[in-house]
């Protein structure tokens, strides 16, 4: 695999390719650090820590921002508002006719799905910034202490986490147009994997023995090493079908006779259902953070902890 990184670095075009990947990732994680204009930093992440971190809902929220969301930061919406738009425009298009028109036309058909997608993504981002707001301040973060109107500064915060959005979207569509891979899976995957190390490292204080902790620690790194070239292994693995050409004559020569193969990947879905289930799990979550009804907080944190989470996942 080293040898391989290695040899991708030789090519120009490879190359490019993946620093701008890479170039594009850091500038999201940059992003997901710095805080909104007038956003009380400190008492936001106070705040989290005391409540929020203890509701399943809001910790699948910060997963998927990559901890964005615990800093209030300007990435705080994450990629889900627009693959949230994505996966709407995909199954109407099974019910409006039109839309189901429009996929079929080809690359101009494509296009126009796109911009609904991107109209659909700040409407989406704009309810969710709403929402979010109004749940800070339920947890007593204000937003009125540096002599700017309360209202105004409602207004930055939204908008300021709207464009956020926006940023991340366009993101990823560079980066799967210019880089390399998905843009909008890697950028999921870079959320998630950010919030790795301190998971696992923080279950050394699970336990009251530091020994037993540590032991629980590099069992954990024990198995998430295994599972990764578990799950390329998966992601790579073919099922081939052999297919053999019967000997035909054509004037003096034996044609034909050839054997070879169809490969069938064993994922042929890839992470579309991982992405489709997380989204499920996500939706209820945005919900309760939207409307902030105590019966929707508590379906939401079913679907973001124990065994209905495992069921949708």
Avoid at 189 to 195: A, E, L, N
């Amino acid at each position: 695999m080293l040898k391989g990184i290695a040899n991708a670095f030789r090519i120009p075009e490879l190359r490019q390719k993946l620093l701008l990947t890479a170039g594009i990732l850091l500038l999201y994680r940059f992003g997901a650090y710095l805080p909104v204009p007038g956003a009380p930093f400190q008492e936001m992440l106070g705040a989290y820590q005391a409540g929020l971190s203890s509701s399943g809902a809001m910790a699948v929220l910060n997963l998927f921002s990559g901890g964005a969301l615990s800093r209030m930061s300007v990435f705080s919406l994450g990629i889900m508002p627009y693959i949230t738009a994505q996966i709407i425009l995909q199954l109407l298009q099974a019910v409006i006719p039109s839309l189901g028109e429009l996929a079929k036309e080809g690359e101009a058909g494509q296009r126009k799905i796109t911009q609904y997608t991107r109209y659909l993504t700040i409407g989406l981002a704009l309810l969710n910034a709403i929402g979010y707001l109004f749940l800070f301040r339920s947890y007593g973060v204000s937003f009125s202490n540096i002599g700017v109107p309360e209202l105004l500064l409602d207004v930055i915060v939204v908008f300021t986490m709207v464009v956020g959005a926006m940023i991340i979207m366009w993101l990823g569509e560079i980066i799967t147009q210019r880089g390399v891979g998905n843009g909008m899976s890697l950028i999921i995957f870079v959320s998630i994997v950010s919030r790795v190390p301190s998971a696992i490292f923080s279950s050394i204080n699970l336990t009251s023995d530091l020994g037993t902790g540590i032991a629980l620690t590099v069992l954990i790194l024990a198995v998430v090493l295994v599972c990764i070239p578990l799950i390329i292994f998966v992601e790579r693995a073919q099922r081939r079908i052999p297919v053999n050409y019967a000997k035909r004559v054509q004037g003096r020569k034996m044609m034909g006779g050839q054997t070879t193969y169809i490969p069938l990947k064993v994922n042929a879905a890839g992470v579309i259902p991982i992405i489709f289930a997380s989204c499920i799990i996500y939706f209820p979550a945005q919900l309760a953070a939207i409307f902030n009804v105590d019966w929707l907080t508590t379906f939401a944190n079913w679907c973001s902890t124990g065994w209905l989470n495992w069921l949708l996942t």
